[in-house]
C-alpha cells in the first residue's frame, strides 16, 4: 500500500542526510517530492541517484524569503498543490562555551534553523488547501541543553515554539504541525561536528555519544524518515503540536 498516494511534499535540506532518507520513502509511497537546498551540487548528485519522475529539486537558501517564495512558486507550477512541508534544513554551528561562541556564527544558525523555519512555516501553510501535513526537524537538542551548543540548542528549542504556535493557528483548517527530534544521526553532520569536537580523535566523539543512547549507536537518517512519513501520512491524523523523540533512549537517560 502506498500511504502518500497523491500527495505533494516539500522537504528542505532535501540533499543532505534525513531530508534525501525521506524524499527516497516519500517516492516509494507515492508522493511527488520537491527537493530543496542551499547546496547546489550535492542536490544535483542527490536527484540524479534517487531518479525519479516524480522527484524535482529546487536550490535555496532557507533563510532568504524570496528563496522561500521560489520554491513555493516551483512547487506549486509544477504539482499544483502542498500537502507536506517537512522543514528539515538545518545547520551545526560549532562548539564552544557561550562565552567564546563567535557572534557571527551564532547569527548565521539563528538565520538559518529559527528564521528559515519560520520563513518556511510562513510561505507554506498559507498555500496549503485541504488539510496538510508540516513537520520540523528540531533535535533532541530542543528538549534540553548541551554544554557548547548555545546557538543550535536556542533554535532547536525556539522551532518548538514555532510549531506549537503554528498547529494553534491551522488547526481548523486540518493542518497539522509537528516536530521531529533525533538524538545523533549517522551521516554528513555528526561527522563534521565530531571533527569539530575532537579534530584530533573524532572516533572518541562516537564513543561519547554512544555511551549515553541506551541502543548504543546513532540512528540512521532512514530511521527518522520512518517518522517523518508517520506524520505526513493519515495514519497520524489526529496528531498535531507535538514533539516525537526518535533518539535510542537518549533522553530518557
Ligand atoms: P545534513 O548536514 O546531512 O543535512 C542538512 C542539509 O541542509 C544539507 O544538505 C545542507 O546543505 C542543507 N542546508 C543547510 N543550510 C541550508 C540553507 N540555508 N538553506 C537550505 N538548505 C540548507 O544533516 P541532517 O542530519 O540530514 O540534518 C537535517 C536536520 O536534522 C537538521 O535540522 C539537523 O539540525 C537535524 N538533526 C540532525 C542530527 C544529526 O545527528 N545529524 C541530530 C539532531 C537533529
Known sequence: MERLNGKVAIITGGAGGIGKATAKLFLEQGAKVVI??????????TSSELD????????ADISKAEDNENYVEHTLEVH???DIFFANAGIEGVSRPIAEYPEETFDKVIAVNLKGVWL??????PKMKKGGSVIITSSVAGLKGFAGLGAYVATKHAIVGIMRVA?????????????????????????RIEKDVSPE??????KGFESVVPFGRYAESNELAEMALFLASDESKYITGCT???DGGMLTA
Open 80 to 82: 499544483g498543490k502542498i
Open 52 to 59: 525519479h519522475e516524480n522527484l524535482s529539486y529546487c536550490v
Open 167 to 191: 498547529a494553534l493557528e491551522n488547526a481548523e483548517r486540518k493542518i497539522r504541525v509537528n516536530t521531529i527530534h533525533p538524538g545523533p544521526v549517522n551521516n554528513d553532520m555528526m561527522r
Open 244 to 246: 516525537h523523540v526518535v
Open 120 to 125: 518556511g512555516c510562513k510561505h507554506v501553510i
Open 201 to 206: 580523535n573524532p572516533k572518541e566523539v562516537l
Open 36 to 45: 530543496v537546498d542551499i547546496n547546489k551540487e550535492v542536490l544535483e548528485k
